[in-house]
DNA sequence: CGGTATCCCACGCGATACTG
DNA sequence: CAGTATCGCGTGGGATACCG
């Protein structure tokens, strides 16, 4: 028998199932793309990384690094130059993302192939309900 | 050397990799706690999923489904009845996301641990800034 | 270079009411 | 029971300007 999921909450994240919880520290617009990057670059700099997200204003990467240091999925290494220099990289509980990353990325392409492929084929109705 | 990723597009969502269109299937405030339980259940009236589902309203209920049919995640069977009654259960594609649940509980599991402990850990600092 | 500080808008999401 | 139809707000996200 199905039953109403108790709402709990950790870090500041209230959640029914840890599918949802997980969802709240990796989703969103810009996360899933710059775990990507990190999780294939290692480590980017401050500016590498905006210029590989083609579009993100700094203030949004900057709120995004800042959460998701916050949830110890990224580490952030200041170092004391000039010009200032910021390098980003996954922590190991960010590695530990990585196989849902592989998950998510075979899926994807199991998803693409199936709507593209079904915006084609329509069956073998007798055109219903095209007066053209 | 790190690269722009091209934005694609399929099925009305646009991405940069197959990890964040994944995201746009499955992400959003409900969709994830929705999908848990019919991986669960395979198939759940629209009344029983939207009692497990505390709290969410009946148009929103709607507005997701509607949604994950779309993208061929979820059939709705309709019986025509009085009164009505409408289940809802994965389609094969929508079970081929199983693995990345999977995959997302272990990790929610992690972490809560993760950030659970270290709450309570807080190093061995000398109570810094604490005038009480 | 790698950030804040403001200001602002769109839309995701919700509350409520009505229907076949 | 399983929906639409309206109305409306909060906030995720963006544009721009300035700072160490």
Chains 1, 2 share one sequence.
Not at 14 to 39: A, D, N
Not at 91 to 113: C, H, N, V
Request: proline share 4%; net charge neutral.
């Amino acid at each position: 028998m199905i039953q109403r999921c108790d709402v709990k909450e950790v870090g500041g994240k209230s959640y029914r199932c840890f599918f949802e919880l997980t969802m709240q520290v990796i989703g969103g617009k810009w996360k899933p793309v710059i775990l990507y990057h990190l999780s294939q670059e290692k480590v980017l700099r401050f500016g590498a990384l905006k210029k590989s997200l083609n579009g993100i204003t700094q203030r949004m990467l900057t709120k995004q690094l800042r959460e998701l240091e916050a949830d110890r999925i990224v580490t952030r290494t200041v170092f004391n130059e000039v010009p200032p220099k910021v390098e980003y990289s996954l922590t190991e509980l960010g590695e530990s993302l990585i196989p849902i990353f592989l998950e998510m990325k075979k899926w994807g392409i199991r998803y693409e192939e199936c709507i593209a492929g079904e915006v084609i084929t329509g069956d073998t109705y007798e055109s219903v309900d095209d007066p053209a």
